[in-house]
């Protein structure tokens, strides 16, 4: 291993040269005394994607006591702590841009108001590890020495000495970071128990700043109060007992006047499958992992997707057992979205009748009597959505504004009013039984079989040109070899790291062959899933040096893309009673 001194005459050796000189850094590690800087990939242009910094630190330095990584959820929460804590340092202490292109910048990944899995930082009983983005520094294509020694051997130890000491942090912020992400995933796991789908406690500050600002709104902010009807409580390790709304198995409406909080309830809902930041104002908001947002989503393609608890008889005999095309109208298109998402093992359907195809929904009376039952091919989720969890068990939240028929399956009815939920649910029978709709039920005793596909592992193909081509342009898009995914109806999905983390584990699935035509979907990615559990997130990175930016994704929304992917083949497909 090299020394800090080996570090300084190296830049200074490279003064002024052109910019690959930088690479004689590449693979190196450097001595810092207390801690060490690894360089693990270098960029080869001022304009190119960073270079890559390690640092890495042993635990019997760095002090931090054993209550930080006792278990999985608490060393997730450090590590989410000390991203946050660099990312504040860096922009208090970097004096950033200085040359051309990414010149001087120090970067570590973005976080939200989310507490995620992410390979930024790698923290265990061991060691700390830290990786960071750095644009090494130019002018022109002209290396700068001294801008890089005044970045690694002066930025970098002041950015270590404040972060990861643990005698120089506040203790009893991170002590709150943790204990109150541990109470979530506890939390989360007890609503199981108490038959509930989510939880919100009184408190909770539901509104955002924005639709592009997720920090909580701060003026004219209506607390959330749970009905007395609905609420519950729960005692937790740390933060005692807490109460608030609690949301049962079945079949629940959300309805109330326009602007009056209802889509912001879901919202919430949909967000509380992830942990969130003390303060977020939703840190206790807590919905089961598996639950899936629903919507309408015209002109994707569905590949062998058994719709037909839906869809039937099809005009010109087009399949619904295994049902494809190339661009999905609204109905067929979130006939599919629920298919496959109870193919994955999802138990809780989130849908917003804003967002929805209105024939997939409902058919009045009106146009049951011009339209006969044989002519319409649609089985409206109206009459499915409660065999769906008698059969299956898969529970649904519905936001309803202008459909007052689905009063009359529905097993609670909770009404939001200027921003306050109220337990409407007998109110809503009277009128049902007062005001009949005339509308004539299916009778659908039962909701239709579940079913396997067997992806085909070459159809699965994130190669262009001979060489992998995995980049997530942001959020919504996934280019995949020579495919590009669309991902922006994918609401539950966060960031663009985990569109980018998506990618990758696609590739690794199908280069190690986990995705293969022997094995079903489902089982393919719990698989995935298993496997980086044991040997953690980095393992997908088969193609360079270890990432700094992958932000774990849940089953799903990896499910979710592998579906949109233009190129995807299905094998086979299996009926499940």
């Known amino acids: 291993m090299f020394t800090k001194s080996d570090l300084s005459k190296s830049l200074n050796q490279i003064d002024h040269k052109g910019y690959k000189a930088y690479k004689r850094l590449q693979q190196k590690w450097y001595n810092y005394g207390k801690y060490q800087l690894g360089l693990p990939y270098v960029q080869g242009d001022p304009f190119a994607t960073p270079s890559q910094l390690f640092i890495r630190i042993k635990q019997d330095i760095a002090s931090f006591p054993d209550w930080t990584f006792k278990n999985k959820i ?117 609503l199981k128990e ?161 967002t929805s195809a209105t024939n997939f929904m409902i058919r009045d009376a009106r146009m049951q009597q011009l339209v006969a039952n044989e002519q319409e091919p649609i089985t409206p989720f109206i009459d499915k ?61 039962q909701f239709g079989a579940l079913s396997r596909r067997y992806p085909k592992r070459a159809s699965i193909d994130f190669f262009s040109r001979n060489k992998p081509k995995i980049k997530a342009y942001n959020q919504d898009k996934l280019q995949f070899g020579n495919e590009e995914i669309d991902l922006s109806q994918i609401e539950q999905l966060l960031n663009q790291e985990q569109t980018k983390t998506i990618g990758q584990m696609l590739a690794y699935a199908q280069q190690e062959g986990i995705f293969n035509q022997e094995t079903p979907l489902l089982t393919s990615l719990i698989q995935l899933n298993q496997l980086i559990d044991r040997q953690g997130l980095e393992v997908i990175s088969p193609f360079s040096a270890p990432e700094d930016s992958y932000v774990r994704p849940r089953l799903i929304e990896v499910g979710a893309a592998l579906n949109r992917l233009r190129s995807l083949k299905i094998s086979k497909i299996e009926g499940v009673d």
Request: neutral net charge; glycine residues 8%; without cysteine.
């Open 194 to 354: 108490e038959g509930l789908v989510t939880f919100i406690a009184n408190g909770s500050i539901l509104p955002r700043k924005s639709g592009k600002d997720d920090r909580p709104l701060t003026k004219q902010v209506v607390p959330f109060k749970s009905p007395p009807e609905l609420e519950v409580s729960f005692n937790l390790p740390y933060l005692g007992q807490v109460s608030g709304m609690g949301i049962k198995e079945g079949i629940t409406l959300i309805v109330g006047g326009g602007y009056h909080g209802k889509s912001t309830l879901l919202q919430a809902i949909e967000k509380g499958v992830y942990n969130h930041l003390p303060g977020d104002g939703r840190e206790l908001v807590v919905t089961r992992e598996n639950a899936s947002k629903i919507r309408a989503e015209d002109g994707r393609r569905v590949e062998q997707v058994n719709i037909s608890p839906f869809i039937n008889n099809l005009p010109q005999n087009l399949a619904t057992t295994s049902f494809s095309t190339e661009d999905a109208s609204g109905s067929t298109s979130q006939a599919a979205n629920i298919m496959e998402v109870l193919e994955l093992g999802s138990k809780l359907l989130l849908i917003d009748e804003d």
């Open 385 to 445: 959505v409660k065999p769906l969890f008698d059969q299956h068990n898969a529970s649904t939240i519905l936001v309803i504004g202008g459909v007052g028929d689905y009063f009359e399956i529905a097993d609670q009815v909770i009404m939001m009013e200027e921003y306050q939920p109220y337990e409407v649910t007998d109110k809503a029978k009277q009128v049902a039984a007062n005001h009949p709709s005339g509308r004539s039920f299916t009778k659908q005793e």
């Open 74 to 190: 608490r060393r997730i929460a450090t590590a989410d702590y000390l991203t946050r804590k660099i990312a504040t340092t860096i922009k208090e202490t970097v004096k950033g841009r200085r040359g051309s292109g990414k010149s001087g910048r120090i970067d570590i990944v973005r976080t939200g108001q989310e507490i995620l899995e992410r390979t930024a930082i790698k923290f265990n009983s061991e060691m700390i590890e830290v990786r960071l983005r750095a644009g090494l520094p130019a002018k022109g294509r002209r290396i700068l020495a001294e801008e890089a020694k005044q970045m690694l051997l002066e930025e970098i130890p002041t950015l270590v000495k404040e972060t990861l000491f643990f005698t120089a942090l506040d203790t009893k912020r991170l002590e709150r970071h943790i204990l109150t992400t541990e109470d979530q995933e506890i939390l989360r796991d007890r």
